[in-house]
């Protein structure tokens, strides 16, 4: 009931805020997404520096659909989505207010997706990337797909640069005690889970410790190819999650 309160809410006071172009207006999803991740009782910490200078791309490691809220709460940018995701109830309605980018799994259309991401980021805006392209049980980091990685390899005209900058996501920690898998399968989401069941369980658990790590962004021209920046990242990443699952 909290939540359902909370998103008619949010909407209601989004669309006013647009309508009537009121200062602050862009920062009303951010918020949204803290209220939310506190429904689920979720506690976010973070840890490094974020780039917030825009245009970046925030590419982080993908555990589940509560990653949106949770990393929604910190990160300033456009999420980019399987297209199934728009056709969800209700979160596929909410998606498409806060912009975001749905894209098919084709490889043909990579091109054009890579077209699209350029447009946003020669907006000056930033987007948040799952290159791993499928969720996770939470505790391993699969191989980052460098196809949309190509968006970073031209510098839009009028942005100086665009930076990369990974982020890892840790479900650490439950009831104040090192979470184990069956508990992080509370909250990771991945096949053959089935979405309602495991949504309305999420809601009703004890407080749940989760880790941004926020690593050093890097510039495609650091690399030689984009697959060896999509390696560096998924290192990068790998290294952030084996370190925060393993820390008190």
Known sequence: MLLVLWIITMVSVRFVAVLLRVPGAHTLPMKFHRGVARLFNLQVTCQGELRT????????NHVSYLDV????????????????VAGWPVFGK????QNTLFFERNQRRAAEQVKTMREYLAGRNNL??????????????EPFRSS????????PDGVDDVWIQPVTT??????????????????????????LPHFANAM???????????????LMSDFETRKAC????ENVVRAGLETALSEP
């Open 94 to 97: 909410l998606a498409r207010l």
């Open 170 to 195: 840790a479900y650490c920690d439950y009831d104040g005690q090192p979470m184990s898998q069956a508990e992080r399968d509370y909250y990771a989401w991945y096949l053959p889970m089935t979405f």
């Open 53 to 60: 200078e825009s245009p970046v791309i925030y590419v982080a």
């Open 148 to 155: 949309l990685f190509a968006a970073a390899e031209t510098v």
């Open 230 to 233: 999509a390696q560096h990242c």
């Open 128 to 141: 948040i990337l799952f290159p791993e392209g499928t969720s996770t049980p939470g505790a391993h980091v």
């Open 204 to 218: 009703g658990l004890r407080r749940a410790g989760v880790k941004l790590v926020f690593h050093e962004p890097v």
């Open 69 to 84: 809220f949770v990393l929604g709460s910190f990160l300033p940018g456009s999420f980019i989505a399987k297209s199934e």
